[in-house]
């Protein structure tokens, strides 16, 4: 089968759905497919799985005429259309996989090339008019029931729940991440973009919290945004410069590393998140996780971690406590994570499940 990966950003930064795409596309190789990954160009990123890429020229979002971020954003991914039409009329896909409701306006083009069109759901980047597309996908998927139910209500169309994967098998690669954190100190961990509705200045005054009963945990951030600078006169008002640490953006692969020191995981959004892969993926590092009991988080955890209501850092600071001063539960919220990502997320499992979508619409007659 030829698959086409179809989404703007998967070669020009990382992220969940960047991740996501390019875990389906290892696992699609090893079944013996041809994939291609398509999507824009940036002089200044490598992107992972460089092989298999094929990147056009684009016009960042930056560049129009500023009508809303909705608008800036269909026309950042209408800008690779004609050249990216090019490129799968030379490949022939089978499939064509798109993963945001702005690249549905050129699923007609995808049809015309004889591929069928699948729509896998992470949002709601919804859009005045994308409802006129909806006739020329032949297969619908959300990554959670939250979002299946926002797309069902949206477009009337019930789409079939395929969770985001993770690597079960990955492993720390150099056990350092030279941070100066002391030796046997509690590590907090929390990886998502730096914006408002991640949460994070709620995560930051729990450790004031925490602090204030004289006990001294260290926090890890990694990621990059716009609330960066905000977040940073945060922790210099409280007085944890020395606790607090923000990475930057990390390469996918290097996480592991992170992963291998925190003794806690927390997602503190405070926004509707349709999945939480980093959940996922700490669950299945064996790290205790924490997340607010908003969205599709609740989905990902379940029974394997820790949910407390969002905007509450009184709440955030008492679900790291009880983990870190009880070996046992610990240890049980640490089994309990794993075996939920190994029997729920593994990414072959999940790769299987989409196999067999692409398959049953290929057999069906045009």
Request: hydrophobic letters at 40%; aromatic letters at 10%.
């Amino acid at each position: 089968m030829k698959i086409c990966l179809y989404n703007i950003t998967t070669t020009i930064k990382n992220g969940g759905i960047e991740t996501v795409i390019r875990m389906i596309a290892k696992q699609f190789l090893k079944q013996g497919h041809q994939v291609i990954i398509l999507g824009g160009k940036d002089k200044n990123f490598t992107p992972p799985l460089q092989e298999i890429c094929q990147t056009v020229k684009y016009k960042n979002r930056s560049q129009f005429t500023y009508f809303g971020s909705r608008f800036s954003k269909l026309y950042e991914r209408l800008s690779i259309r004609k050249r990216a039409l090019k490129i799968l009329a030379d490949f022939k896909p089978d499939i064509v996989h798109i993963f945001k409701p702005y690249d549905l306006i050129v699923a007609p083009e995808f049809k015309q090339l004889g591929a069928k069109v699948v729509f896998t759901s992470g949002g709601t980047d919804f859009f005045f008019g994308d409802k006129f597309f909806k006739k020329y996908i032949d297969a619908w998927t959300s990554c959670s029931n939250f979002n299946a139910k926002q797309i069902e209500n949206h477009y009337q169309i019930k789409p079939q729940v395929i969770y985001n994967g993770v690597d079960t098998q990955q492993q720390p690669l150099i056990h350092s991440t030279n941070l100066n954190i002391p030796k046997n100190t509690p590590v907090l961990l929390a990886i998502g973009r730096l914006v408002g509705l991640k949460g994070h200045h709620y995560l930051i005054k729990s450790l004031q919290k925490l602090h204030s009963k004289n006990k001294k945990y260290h926090l890890i951030i990694i990621g990059d945004g716009p609330e960066k600078k905000t977040l940073l006169q945060l922790v210099h008002k409280l007085n944890l410069n020395p606790y607090i640490h923000f990475t930057g953006d990390i390469a996918h692969q290097d996480i592991a590393n992170y992963f291998a020191i925190a003794s806690v995981f927390i997602q503190p959004s405070i926004a509707d998140e349709t999945f939480g892969i980093t959940i996922a993926e700490a669950m299945a590092a064996k790290i205790p996780v924490i997340g607010t009991s908003i969205g599709g988080i609740p989905e990902v955890i379940k029974d394997a971690g820790i949910l407390i209501p969002p905007k509450d850092e009184t709440a955030i600071a008492n679900a790291i406590e009880t983990i870190c001063t009880d070996s046992s539960y610990a240890k049980l919220l640490q089994d309990a994570g794993l075996k939920r990502a190994i029997n729920t997320f593994e990414w072959e499992l999940i790769a299987q499940k989409y196999l067999k979508l692409f398959t049953n619409i290929c057999d069906k007659q045009n």
